[in-house]
């Protein structure tokens, strides 16, 4: 079981915390009657509740004392409400920023995009003329390598050569004829 002074040890000693809401936290103030617990709202509430009964009472000093602690929260308050809008207004005009950044990143890309196709529309136009499919795939490649940057060298044409034709089959009839013939002079050396 722990000891109560090991908790109290382990406690945070400063009830202040640092920052934070002070519209929603909660006070003990120490007036003229006793301690009055609760928001800023709540304690303006109730010394202004306590300022006018003692007025209706004939006891001007204690109005008067009432009404100097409601003015203190009163002033708490609106600091705090200060320090809230000034906050909110600095985050909404870090948004509208962000979102005016966003929107001219945007019409950047959309810019470049349509840059990008209308060369790439350019040289499918100059290239793609042949009627052929492979014209298009050499207009994309022609395209791809203009926005590399690369400088083309003798040694790129010639990669780009269309492929030599193929050598055509001879016609079946003579391999079947020399089939024969191998197939015989391949029957004779077995014999031997």
Do not use: C, W
């Amino acid at each position: 079981m722990r000891s109560s002074k090991s908790r109290s040890r382990n406690k945070n000693r400063n009830n202040r915390p640092s920052g934070g809401n002070i519209v929603n936290r909660v006070f003990d103030s120490s007036g003229p009657d006793g301690k009055v617990r609760g928001t800023p709202q709540q304690i303006i509430d109730k010394y202004t509740q306590l300022h006018r009964d003692a007025q209706l009472a004939g006891d001007r000093v204690d109005a008067e004392n009432y009404a100097q602690h409601a003015e203190h929260y009163l002033r708490m308050l609106a600091e705090a409400q200060r320090e809230m809008d000034k906050s909110r207004e600095k985050q909404e005009q870090e948004q509208r920023d962000r979102q005016a950044e966003r929107d001219r990143q945007a019409e950047r890309d959309r810019e470049r995009n349509e840059r990008l196709r209308a060369q790439e529309n350019a040289a499918n136009g100059e290239d793609g003329n042949g009627g052929n499919g492979g014209g298009n795939q050499q207009g994309n490649a022609a395209a791809q390598e203009s926005d590399s940057g690369l400088v083309q060298t003798p040694e790129d044409k010639a990669e780009q050569a269309p492929p030599k034709p193929r050598r055509r089959r001879k016609p079946k009839a003579e391999q079947q004829d020399q089939g024969e013939a191998q197939g015989d002079s391949g029957a004779a050396a077995a014999a031997e």
